[in-house]
């Protein structure tokens, strides 16, 4: 079991930057596939970005791909997301999940292991 806790949510201006984190805890985490998703409101969750274990591989959505850069520190149990040049679009619920699979997904249903989420809102 692995438990997920994200943070660095919060209010920010159009063109601003955020960093969100997330801890793991619970069983070892440097095997895992991690991967962030967000939700916005009305919205079906979606992918964002993904980075195997060894940060060898990573995937971006589109809609972040050259403004938000996933990383993690394997000795800290953390995973971050910078985000860049926000958006209002890039208003949502972001969540940390975690994949026992080694290949980098973009599909929800393949992570086995989710955070609460973070509220991040960007003001026009």
């Known amino acids: 079991q692995v438990q997920l806790v994200e943070s660095g949510g919060g209010l920010v201006q159009a063109g601003g930057s955020l960093r969100l984190s997330c801890a793991a805890s619970?069983?070892?985490?440097?095997?895992?596939?991690m991967g962030w998703f967000r939700q916005a409101p009305g919205k079906e969750r979606e992918f964002v970005s993904a980075?195997?274990?060894?940060?060898?591989?990573?995937n971006y959505a589109d809609s972040v791909k050259g403004r938000f850069t996933i990383s993690r520190d394997n000795a800290k149990n953390t995973v971050y997301l910078q985000m860049n040049s926000v958006k209002p679009e890039d208003t949502a619920v972001y969540y940390c999940a975690a994949d026992r699979g080694v290949v980098v997904r973009r599909t929800a249903s393949e992570y086995d292991y989710w955070g609460q989420g973070t509220q991040v809102t960007v003001s026009s």
């Open positions: 619970g069983r070892t985490f440097s095997p895992y596939t």
């Open positions: 980075i195997s274990w060894s940060s060898s591989g990573t």
